[in-house]
């Protein structure tokens, strides 16, 4: 449903805070950034080129809601590198400090450094598999890279990300 955010019975008007379009394969609908009643921003359609509209939109919000609308911006910006940190900090390489949690032939508890990586493809399904190296020990440690965590300084014990 096409909504008219100039029609003041929808309740918008003062509260735009961005305008944007999204284009699909045949038709493209226009958006419009708004605080709601509860002090939310959420995204609403105000026309569409899949059948006859009228209406419009501009960024008409008080300069109160447009500085709570970029505080809101920032705080998604900070989550979202937060959320690519933890990312970065989960991902097995060579030289990252390991610890096993599952498994059947390495046992739970064992800490290292991963010092091989590889792709197993025997079979039908293809998994990441790696070698640990371990203090006092010659030889590596395989295992599935499914079975270990990742131990991070700042974040702890991770899942581990592929490669």
């Known amino acids: ?7 003041d019975t929808i309740g918008y008007i003062g509260r735009t805070v961005a ?6 394969y045949d038709d493209s609908d226009f958006m419009a950034w708004v605080m709601d009643d509860n002090g939310d921003f959420i995204d609403v359609m105000y026309g569409t080129t899949r059948f006859a509209w009228r209406g419009n939109a501009t960024i008409d919000a008080t300069p109160e809601i447009m500085a709570a609308w970029k505080a809101h911006l920032a705080a998604e910006r900070e989550a979202a590198a937060e959320a690519a940190r933890r990312r970065e900090a989960g991902r097995i390489g060579k030289g ?10 390495v046992p739970v508890g064992t800490e290292g450094v991963v010092g091989w990586l590889g792709w197993q493809t025997f079979g039908h399904r293809k998994s990441l598999r790696i070698g640990i190296r371990v203090d006092g020990e010659e030889k590596l440690i395989f ?4 079975n270990v965590k990742v131990l991070d300084e700042l974040y702890g014990e991770l899942p581990p990300t592929d490669a």
């Open 96 to 105: 990252t400090p390991v610890v096993v949690r599952k498994g059947r032939k």
């Open 143 to 146: 295992t599935a890279a499914a």
């Open 1 to 7: 449903m096409a909504v008219s955010l100039a029609d």
């Open 19 to 24: 305008v944007h379009e999204v284009n699909g």
